[in-house]
């Protein structure tokens, strides 16, 4: 079984290529129970116009199209970046088991750092969440990409 880290090593990989295309650079995938990878995503939102295509988005509906099943009870999603209001909606609507992400995003993260859905009243889904997972790596790339962009 491949740990936390390992598994964030796979998301910063979708995070470099999403940057090379110019989307921001954020990754995610989808784990099972048994530690099988079920599906991977990245941000689309550029190439798809798409302002949907986040890449915990395209991750988890990639999961539930291969599980054909919206719930995702049994599984993990890793992704690079804290995430946000829509994200963290989705993710608690998909009764994910457990939420690990790398670097808190301090402008608009949801799941802690601006807004904290998971542990709010309107939350009906108890959300496990481990977070810094390879914390600088993530903070650094996403840093790196916006500095090039100005």
């Known amino acids: 079984m491949k740990s936390h880290s390992e598994w964030m090593g796979m998301a910063l990989e979708l995070a470099r290529e999403a940057g090379r295309v110019g989307e ?23 190439r798809d116009y ?5 890449a915990e988005i395209v991750a988890m509906r990639a999961a ?3 599980l054909r099943d919206w719930r995702l009870t ?33 402008k608009a993260g949801a799941v802690g750092s601006v807004l904290n859905l998971p542990a709010s009243a309107v939350s009906f889904h108890r959300l496990p969440v481990v977070a810094g997972i390879e914390e600088r790596a993530c903070r650094d790339l996403l840093c790196r990409w916006f500095e090039e962009q100005r």
């Open 24 to 46: 921001v650079p954020v990754g995610a995938l989808v784990v099972d129970a048994s530690g099988v990878l079920l599906a991977t995503g990245a941000n689309r939102r550029e």
């Open 64 to 66: 539930c199209a291969k």
């Open 50 to 54: 798409d302002p949907t295509a986040h």
């Open 74 to 106: 049994d599984c993990t999603l890793y992704v690079t970046l804290e995430p946000c209001a829509m994200c963290a909606g989705a993710i608690l609507q998909s009764r994910l088991g457990l939420l690990v992400y790398g670097a808190d995003d301090p």
